[in-house]
């Protein structure tokens, strides 16, 4: 049985409910590792300085609280994936299509009212070839139903 550490349970309650719900479930059966809820503004300006983020206090969907976006990573965390790795790279993927798959799920049994939007495929077509900034940790409700 997969348990979230105290910092990831901390991070986790800081996010939407709707987001709660769709990562304790996938934690039934897939480890992972919330790596951060609720971003302040001296957190996100540093962040866009060091260009990690393209976007700067207030509008990142990480500044409201609860926040509407969250950063997860599959646990044990991929590693040297950045430095062409592709397999520990595809275990993002992997992993995020798993968590499409039961937030999709939850929403049309009725238990989210939001649909999830992923850092890998922005623009929700289904194609991860066409992106132009790729944040595979990144998850985020939108206004659809
Ligand atoms: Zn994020």
Redesign the pocket.
């Known amino acids: 049985m997969n348990s979230y550490s105290s910092s990831s349970k901390e991070r986790l309650k800081e996010c939407h409910r709707d987001l709660q719900l769709i990562f304790s479930t996938v934690l039934q059966s897939w480890d992972h590792t919330i790596l951060?809820g609720h971003r302040d503004r001296e957190e996100q300006n540093k962040k866009f300085v060091s260009g990690l983020s393209q976007i700067q206090w207030p509008n990142?969907?990480?500044n409201s609280l609860p926040s509407i976006?969250?950063?997860v990573s599959p646990y044990p965390i991929p590693k040297n994936w950045g430095a062409g790795n592709r397999d520990e790279y595809e275990k993002f993927r992997y992993f995020a299509f798993y968590v499409l798959g039961v937030a999709d799920i939850l929403l049309q049994l009725g238990h989210i009212d939001h649909a999830l939007r992923w850092?890998g495929d922005w623009n929700m077509n289904l194609d991860v070839s066409d992106q132009t900034f790729n944040?595979l940790?990144?998850f985020?409700l939108t206004e659809e139903q």
């Open positions: 951060t990142s969907k990480h976006a969250v950063d850092g944040d940790v990144h985020e």
